[in-house]
T-cell receptor, first 112, second 115 residues
C-alpha cells in the first residue's frame, strides 16, 4: 500500500512555464514532507521540505503548498528551465519513525 | 569531499548467489539507511541504523542483512539473491534526526541485476 500517492507520473512543460506536482497522504501522524530531485544516474537530493504548521514554503523558484485538512501537498516550479528536467519525489514521515515514505515519482521534462 | 560512497556501481548475480553492497560516508553521520528504487514504486526503505551497533528493519527487509560496526560503514548483504531483488540500491546518511535542517545525503546508487 502506497503511503504517499503522487501525480502525475510524467509532465512536459514549456520553458518559462509552471510545473505542478501533487501528492496526497492518509497517515495524519506524518509531520515532515520533503521533496527530492533526482537526475539520471544519480541519487535523490533534497530540494525543499515543509512541516504541517505552515501552508506554504518558498525557496527560489520552488514552492511547496500544504493543505493539512485535505492531506495534500504540492510542488510548484516557477519559470521552469530545461535544467529542471529530472524526476521529482515527494516523501513523508513522522517524528521518531526513521522511515521516509516516498511517492512513486514524477518525470519532468522542460522543453526549450 | 566524498560524501556517501557506494560500491559496486553495477553487478550481475545469478539466482542463489550472495553478495555485499558496500556503503561508506565520511561526514560522521549517525543515521544511515538503504533504499531500493523500482519503476513505479518510488524508493522503499530496506534497513536503517541510528548509530554503530544499532540496526532496524524498514519497509522491505526480507532477503537482506545489515550490520553497523563503525560509524562510517553500513554494508547491505543479499543472502541468496532472487530475481525480485533486481533493483537500484541507494545508501543514504544524515545527522539525526534527519529533518529540521539535517539533510539526508544519498549515494549514486548500485544497479543490481539477478538472473
Amino acid at each position: 500500500q502506497q503511503q504517499v500517492k503522487q501525480s502525475p507520473q510524467s509532465l512536459i512543460v514549456q520553458k518559462g512555464g509552471i510545473s505542478i506536482i501533487n501528492c496526497a497522504y492518509e497517515n495524519t501522524a506524518f509531520d515532515y514532507f520533503p521533496w527530492y530531485q533526482q537526475f539520471p544516474g544519480k541519487g535523490p537530493a533534497l530540494l525543499i521540505a515543509i512541516r504541517p504548521d505552515v501552508s506554504e514554503k518558498k525557496e527560489g523558484r520552488f514552492t511547496i503548498s500544504f493543505n493539512k485538512s485535505a492531506k495534500q501537498f504540492s510542488l510548484h516550479i516557477m519559470d521552469s528551465q530545461p535544467g529542471d528536467s529530472a524526476t521529482y519525489f515527494c516523501a513523508a514521515d513522522q517524528t521518531g519513525a526513521n522511515n521516509l515514505f516516498f511517492g512513486t515519482g514524477t518525470r519532468l521534462t522542460v522543453i526549450p | 569531499n566524498a560524501g556517501v560512497t557506494q560500491t559496486p556501481k553495477f553487478q550481475v548475480l545469478k539466482t542463489g548467489q550472495s553478495m555485499t553492497l558496500q556503503c561508506a560516508q565520511d561526514m560522521n553521520h549517525e543515521y544511515m539507511s538503504w533504499y531500493r528504487q523500482d519503476p513505479g514504486m518510488g524508493l522503499r526503505l530496506i534497513h536503517y541504523s541510528v548509530g554503530a551497533g544499532i540496526t532496524d528493519q524498514g519497509e522491505v527487509p526480507n532477503g537482506y542483512n545489515v550490520s553497523r560496526s563503525t560509524t562510517e560503514d553500513f554494508p547491505l548483504r543479499l543472502l541468496s539473491a532472487a530475481p525480485s531483488q533486481t533493483s537500484v540500491y541507494f545508501c543514504a546518511s544524515s545527522q539525526t534526526p534527519y529533518r529540521d535542517g539535517n539533510t539526508i545525503y544519498f549515494g549514486e546508487g548500485s544497479w543490481l541485476t539477478v538472473v
